[in-house]
């Protein structure tokens, strides 16, 4: 590892945005946690994490908890999935349906609404909100079980947007090594379950991405197929893993 990470293992939780992590000399600190969502896969005591000890003077914390152990490393920073498909999209990679890009603008405000990224392509401008995952079981990735009314505002701004004439993406970008897959349904929380569907009824192109992730570096490295789990009933081998995470579920 580099100077600037430190292994260590989880021991509590005290706020979404805090843990407490004990080093490998015993020492108990807190850290940043970069995230928000429920993550009790991975808030687990014992658990291995990745610390980032950071310099900045103006911090409450010495450190940012970057990674989680989780049969493979789990990038903890939400916030980078812009970023990382920004770097993806700029590599040449196609934008789903629409493409390889030309132009990328980010943070781009309308109707009230700020959405990641702007995008030029063959086909015109497309309008682009990038979510953060991590969540899995089976090979396929889960959509988060923490409920988000501004994620569910953003998709219908998208929507809104492709019904007024012009096109949008919802990209997930999944910050794990080890899927192939996004699941849209499972156990994740059913307004979000619902709000991606509703989207993508109304012509949001819904695309996911796998990336490589080691203890001190994160990218995309492919895109993932988007399964749609039928809301009545699911019937795909990994119903009885997802019904024994049921039994399991997040705090």
């Known amino acids: 590892m580099t100077p600037s990470v430190v292994p260590a293992r989880f021991v509590e939780r005290p706020n979404r945005f805090l843990v407490v992590a004990e080093l490998d ?9 970069p ?10 005591p014992g658990r291995p994490l990745i610390l980032r000890r950071e310099t900045a003077g103006h911090r409450k914390t010495e450190y940012t908890a970057i990674r989680a152990w989780d049969g493979t490393w789990v990038a903890l920073e939400a916030g980078l999935a812009p970023r990382l498909l920004v770097d993806w999209l700029a590599a040449g990679h196609p934008l789903g349906p629409f493409g390889a890009v030309a132009t990328i603008e980010t943070e781009v405000t309308v109707t009230h609404h700020r959405l990641d990224l702007r995008v030029g392509t063959a086909l015109g401008p497309v309008w682009v909100e990038v979510k953060s995952g991590g969540r899995a079981l089976g090979g396929a990735a ?3 079980k923490t409920p988000s009314q501004r994620g569910v505002s953003h998709l219908r701004t998208l929507a809104d947007l492709v019904t007024s ?8 970008v999944v ?4 899927v192939e897959r996004l699941l849209v349904g499972g156990d994740a929380d059913r307004a979000w379950v619902q709000a991606v569907r ?3 009824a109304a012509g949001v192109a819904v695309v996911s991405y796998g990336c490589a992730v080691t203890e001190t570096s994160v990218r995309i490295d492919r895109e993932l197929a988007v399964v749609w789990e039928s809301p009545a009933a699911r019937s795909d081998p990994l119903d009885a893993d997802l019904r024994r995470l049921h039994r399991h579920p997040d705090p």
Do not use: C, I, W
């Not at 995230?35 to 687990?44: E, F, S």
């Not at 910050?175 to 080890?178: M, N, W």
């Open 25 to 33: 000399d015993g020492r108990r600190v807190e850290a940043y946690l």
């Open 142 to 144: 889960l959509l988060s």
């Open 165 to 172: 004439g012009e096109r949008a993406a919802v990209a997930f």
């Open 175 to 178: 910050q794990r090594g080890d």
């Open 35 to 44: 995230n928000t969502g429920r993550l009790g896969h991975l808030t687990v």
């Open 198 to 200: 509703d989207a993508h």
